[in-house]
């Protein structure tokens, strides 16, 4: 099956037990529309785990992007010595995880895409423009910042006319439902259980607000849920 989750921002332990329960395996793939670090105390051990895993697929979103910038120029101050400059990029994260985020890791979170794109659906962090005729601009199409950043896609009223769906996070789902869970936007008429019949998914459960982490199965339209134990 393929799951696709966001925001993940540092939640090691709920991340850990979110793929348990859909019992996340080989024949598997998981996407990851970014921000998968920051406010969580488990940054580096997210990182180690999603980019070293070779059936999961991520993209950046704006608190890589930012990450990126500051630690490269930490390299660049130190003549792009990753030793000596991995102390100064570990300390981006929590201290409390105390962990140093490898070289190898490092560049593989470097050259992470800002787009994931399949036969039926799209990943982008924040969200896409869409032209005059209600089609979106097609991602390699439109500036990072915009991609990473922008807050019109998620307005209920903004609706793609594609036949593939657009998958984001980005802004917690409960600023327009009032709910913690996964708001899947069903095409007119559609049918089947599969991913293209929604026109888009937002799939930020704003974790650290709500301790709800969750992900959506392309292939059954099915969402799973994990909560923070109190
Ligand atoms: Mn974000």
Same mark, same amino acid.
């Given at each position: 099956m393929r799951y696709i &989750?966001?925001?993940?921002?540092? *939640?090691? *332990?709920?991340?850990m037990r979110l793929l348990e329960s859909i019992s996340f395996s080989e024949g598997d793939v998981l996407y990851v529309c970014g921000d998968m670090i920051d406010k969580g105390g488990g940054s580096v051990r997210v990182l180690d785990f999603l980019l070293n895993e070779p059936n999961v697929r991520c993209i950046q979103g704006n608190h890589e992007l930012s990450f990126l910038n500051y630690a490269e120029a930490e390299l660049a101050r130190r003549g792009g010595d @990753?030793?000596?400059? %991995?102390?100064?990029?570990g300390a981006l994260f929590s201290p409390r995880e105390n962990l140093p985020l490898d070289e190898q890791t490092f560049r593989k979170l470097q050259s992470l895409p800002f787009f994931a794109e399949e036969e039926d659906f799209i990943c982008v962090h924040a969200g896409l !423009?869409?032209?005059?005729?209600?089609? &979106?601009?097609? !991602?390699?199409?439109?500036?990072? !910042?915009?991609?990473? %950043?922008?807050?019109?896609?998620? +307005?209920? *009223?903004?609706?793609?006319?594609?036949?593939?769906?657009?998958?984001? #996070?980005?802004?917690?789902? =409960?600023? &327009?439902? #009032?709910r913690d869970e996964?708001? /899947? @936007? =069903? =095409?007119?008429? /559609?049918r089947g259980d599969g991913i293209s019949?929604? @026109?888009?998914?937002h799939l930020d459960t704003g974790v650290y607000?709500?301790?709800v982490l969750?992900?959506?199965?392309?292939?059954?339209? +099915?969402?799973? @849920?994990? =909560?923070? %134990? !109190?």
């Open positions: &989750i966001s925001d993940i921002h540092g *939640e090691y *332990e709920l991340l @990753y030793s000596a400059a %991995q102390r100064h990029i !423009p869409l032209d005059g005729d209600g089609h &979106i601009v097609p !991602p390699s199409a439109v500036r990072v !910042p915009f991609i990473v %950043q922008d807050r019109n896609f998620m +307005r209920p *009223e903004v609706v793609p006319r594609d036949s593939k769906c657009v998958c984001f #996070g980005h802004t917690p789902v =409960r600023f &327009i439902s #009032g996964i708001l /899947a @936007y =069903r =095409r007119n008429g /559609a019949s929604y @026109y888009k998914v607000l709500s301790g969750g992900c959506f199965c392309a292939d059954d339209g +099915r969402s799973f @849920y994990v =909560r923070r %134990q !109190p």
